[in-house]
């Protein structure tokens, strides 16, 4: 398997710009989660799914931020409009359930630099 | 409020010397532990958990002890080696209240020095 795949690799944009990160779990896979890393505040959640449906987005920082899941195979993380606040890098994993605990399994993440 | 902390941004080891990263937390409901791995450029991968039913496990080079009392989990990587250089992130799991978020530390960068 390839992996956890995420597109655009860095992203520079203007402020006030829509943007949209994507992301294709790993085939198979019923969680999918959006993570954000800054130096402040470490790696935090931001959403996650499961078969697809919106469990928890408590970790959305503000109405600007939106994610979907269409279907098991991609997901998106969109931010509009985009402030230099955001600029971070964003992490999309995926996990399979299992008894006594679970794995994720990250992608490579998208820079993101809003200017 | 975090409720996982790892307090050492950095450490410096010796190549085959011992290295111990820490992390503590604060949420008794925690009962899933792992820490994961990550190089510049690319995303954290798995290392090594701990269910809280143990208080050891070890996997190679790579130990994880969990004192729940005290709230508190290590890392032991013994012998450290200069590929093992690379930041470390705790994490913690409430996977028995059907909840399978995972609460990261900020990290501890590793440097083993050769």
């Known amino acids: 398997d390839a992996g956890v795949i995420q597109s655009p690799r860095h992203e520079v944009t203007e402020m006030g710009q829509e943007v949209t990160l994507r992301c294709k779990p790993i085939s198979g896979h019923d969680y999918l989660f959006w993570y954000r890393q800054t130096m402040m505040r470490g790696l935090e959640l931001l959403i996650y799914f499961n078969n697809n449906v919106p469990i928890d987005d408590s970790g959305m920082p503000e109405d600007r931020f939106s994610a979907k899941m269409p279907n098991a195979s991609f997901s998106t993380l969109k931010i509009q409009p985009s402030e230099p606040r955001d600029s971070a890098v964003y992490f999309c994993a995926s996990s399979l359930l299992r008894r006594g605990g679970e794995t994720q399994y990250f992608g490579p993440g998208t820079r993101l630099l809003v200017l | 409020d975090q409720q996982v902390k790892q307090n050492s941004p950095s450490l410096s080891v010796q190549e085959g010397r011992i290295s111990i990263l820490n992390c503590d937390y604060t949420n008794s409901m925690f009962d899933y532990f792992l820490w994961y791995k990550k190089y510049p450029a690319e995303g954290p991968t798995f290392l090594i958990s701990?269910?809280?039913?143990?208080d050891k496990n070890e996997d190679g080079r790579f130990t994880v002890f969990l004192n729940k009392s005290a709230k508190h989990l290590s890392l032991h990587i013994v012998p450290s080696q200069p590929g093992d250089s690379a930041v470390y992130f705790c994490a913690a799991s409430e996977s028995g209240a059907g909840s399978y978020q995972l609460t990261f530390g900020k990290g501890t960068k590793l440097s083993v020095i050769p």
């Open positions: 701990i269910s809280s039913i143990k």
